[in-house]
Nanobody, 126 residues
Framework: QVQLVESGGGSVQAGGSLRLSCAAS???????????MGWFRQAPGKEREGVGK???????AYADSVKGRFTISRDNAKNTLYLQLNSLKPEDTAMYYC?????????????????WGQGTQVTVSS
C-alpha cells in the first residue's frame, strides 16, 4: 500500500507562485514502482480534473489550461512528486491532489489512478 501526502498549498495573489510536494510512503522507494504520477484539482461545485502527469521515463503531459505555467517533476531518490505553479490565476483556486498508479498508459483522468493523497488547498486572489 502506498500513502501519498501533499504539502505546499497556500494563499497567493494572482501572478504569484507556489510549489506543491507529494511525499510517498509505505515502502522504500515507493514511487519507483509507480509508472505514472499525476496532479489533479477540484474546485467547489466542479468535477475533479487533471492538471499534469509524469511517467517513469520522465515524459509529461498537461491540461491546456496550465501549459506553460505549471511544471511537474519527480525525484525518485526522495520519493517525492512536485508541481511548480507559476503565473497563478484566480481560476486555479482548488484543492490539489497527488495521484499515482503502477500500471502503464494512464490517461490524465481521475479514474485512471489508484492511489490518492488527501489534498492541499491552493487559493489565488485577484
Amino acid at each position: 500500500q502506498v500513502q501519498l501526502v501533499e504539502s505546499g498549498g497556500g494563499s497567493v495573489q494572482a501572478g504569484g507562485s507556489l510549489r506543491l510536494s507529494c511525499a510517498a510512503s509505505g515502502y522504500t522507494y515507493a514511487i519507483d514502482y509507480m509508472d505514472y504520477m499525476g496532479w489533479f484539482r477540484q474546485a467547489p461545485g466542479k468535477e475533479r480534473e487533471g492538471v499534469g502527469k509524469i511517467g517513469s521515463d520522465g515524459s509529461t503531459a498537461y491540461a491546456d489550461s496550465v501549459k506553460g505555467r505549471f511544471t511537474i517533476s519527480r525525484d525518485n531518490a526522495k520519493n517525492t512528486l512536485y508541481l511548480q505553479l507559476n503565473s497563478l490565476k484566480p481560476e486555479d483556486t482548488a484543492m490539489y491532489y497527488c495521484a499515482a498508479d503502477y500500471r502503464s498508459n494512464r490517461r490524465l483522468h481521475p479514474s485512471d489512478f489508484i492511489y490518492w493523497g488527501q489534498g492541499t488547498q491552493v487559493t489565488v486572489s485577484s
